[in-house]
Nanobody, 122 residues
Framework: QVQLMESGGGLVQPGGSLRLSCAAS????????IGWFRQAPGKEREGISCISSADGSTYYTDSVKDRFTISRDNTHNTVYLQMNNLEPDDTAVYYCATVACTERSVSSPGYWGQGTQVTVSS
């Protein structure tokens, strides 16, 4: 069974940090790449990062590169998204999903988590 569950969202001031967690079932974690998407109010959902299950290669969209870091924790079957220097434009619901992941793109989301709200505001 493929299951994903996000946690770690919240309210943070501009310039602050949050770490999102995507707890995955074993099948999801070891058979699929995992990606992070976000959807801001009135905007389309966008893929922002992913990490391969095969070799750990990663992808970041330009708007989060150098601020966000994705990683895998094999002990806990969890994918993290460390978000630093957060900006108001980062406000969105963040979702993790099983994806196709290369160093140039994240695509083909399959299974989704329920989402976690991130709000960046002073």
């Amino acid at each position: 069974q493929v299951q994903l569950m996000e946690s770690g969202g919240g309210l943070v001031q501009p310039g602050g940090s949050l770490r999102l967690s995507c707890a995955a079932s074993a099948r999801a974690y070891y058979y699929y790449a995992i990606g992070w998407f976000r959807q801001a109010p009135g905007k389309e959902r966008e893929g922002i990062s992913c990490i391969s299950s095969a070799d750990g290669s990663t992808y970041y969209t330009d708007s989060v590169k150098d601020r966000f870091t994705i990683s895998r924790d094999n002990t806990h079957n969890t994918v993290y998204l460390q978000m630093n220097n957060l900006e108001p434009d980062d406000t969105a619901v963040y979702y993790c999903a099983t994806v196709a992941c290369t160093e140039r793109s994240v695509s083909s989301p399959g299974y989704w988590g329920q989402g976690t709200q991130v709000t960046v505001s002073s």
